[in-house]
């Protein structure tokens, strides 16, 4: 029998991916895929759909990576005791390094940019990892500069995880978040749209859709300047180049203004319920110039991108939180 009223209700308030496990980390993945209804609707025939990184347990997609990174290294014993990781991090990977950390028992420093958001510091430290800040005007490139210089003075004392050259990043969207896509897209996926940070997530899903299915475009986003405005995105004509970055994978790139990312970001919370950040933002804006693209030429298409993280993490500290920080 149907339930009916109250018990329909409850029925519906049931979270759809309860579960119990053993660890936090055991969460880590198998993220919800939403679509788009409202961004989508001047794209007729077209459906637009985003994946909910935010979901993972410390709150972005940057989970994946830390953790298999964490892992290849306490397999292969480059982890042990004595022995603490350490790698640079404009926030989301550091948060993530945070949790998987604590979880598994492994002692973590970061290097960050000093002016990376008040909310960054105070959930990273709240896991119990030392920070060590970067200068504010160098970016990240400057905490990679920092973090090789740490390492070049006690090489015994850390293991340099190298986010930005670690196959392992690339690695885990390969292994976890490609697969997960052609899954909920039941293998309809038509293009994969995403921007460049470490490269990790762009070169490792897109290498994988390819070999699902080779006629899937995978097309990158960048910020369309190098004082740009997209926290977590690299502009990588002004930047070091990740190791890990495969041009190779790609289809094609899309130059993303700041301004449309963030005008995009308010647009998902007030349209879509999603409260997310700004390279999240420039991630849809620019799965919407391909859908729009698709409708302009009466082509029809399934476009899949990431929502990275919260918005949260880009407040701005009101009065009385400031006393919090240090």
Not at 130 to 146: C, F, K, T, W
Not at 174 to 184: D, F, G, L, S, V
């Amino acid at each position: 029998m149907l339930p009916t009223g109250r018990e329909q209700l409850l029925s519906d308030l049931r979270p759809a991916r309860a579960v119990r496990t053993d660890s936090i980390v055991d969460l880590v993945g198998n993220t919800p895929l939403v679509r788009l209804h409202h961004i989508e609707r001047d794209c007729p025939g077209v459906e637009l759909w985003a994946k909910c990184e935010f979901c993972n347990p410390a709150g972005s997609v940057k989970d994946r990576a830390a953790l298999r990174i964490v892992r290849d290294a306490l397999e292969r014993g480059l982890l042990r005791p004595g022995v603490r990781l350490i790698d640079s991090t404009s926030g989301n990977t550091g948060i993530a390094y945070a949790m998987v950390g604590a979880a598994l028992g492994v002692p973590v420093t970061l290097v960050m940019p000093e002016n990376v958001s008040a909310p960054r510091k105070q959930v990273t430290t709240a896991y119990g990892v030392e920070i060590v800040y970067s200068s504010p005007m160098e970016g990240s490139d400057g905490a990679i500069h920092l973090a090789h210089e740490l390492v070049e003075r006690e090489p015994d004392r850390w293991h340099y995880a190298d986010q930005y050259g670690n196959p392992n990043n690339p690695l885990a969207h390969y292994h976890t978040t490609a697969p997960e896509i052609w899954e909920q897209t039941g293998g309809r996926v038509t293009h994969f749209v995403t921007g460049i940070g470490t490269s990790g997530t762009v070169v490792g899903t897109s290498r994988r859709l390819h070999e699902f299915d080779p006629a899937i475009r995978c097309v990158a986003i960048q910020p369309d300047d190098a004082m740009h405005g997209l926290e977590g995105m690299k502009h990588l004509p002004s930047s070091i180049v990740p190791a890990i970055y495969d041009a190779g994978v790609l289809d094609d790139t899309i130059w993303m203004p700041t301004d449309e990312g963030w005008d995009m970001s308010e647009r998902l919370a007030r349209e879509e319920g999603l409260f997310v950040g700004h390279s999240s933002g420039g991630n849809v804006a620019g799965a919407l110039r391909v859908a729009r693209s698709l409708a302009a030429e009466g082509r029809k298409g399934v476009v899949v991108t990431i929502l990275c993280d919260r918005g949260d993490r880009y407040f701005v500290p009101l009065r009385w939180e400031k006393r919090y920080l240090w």
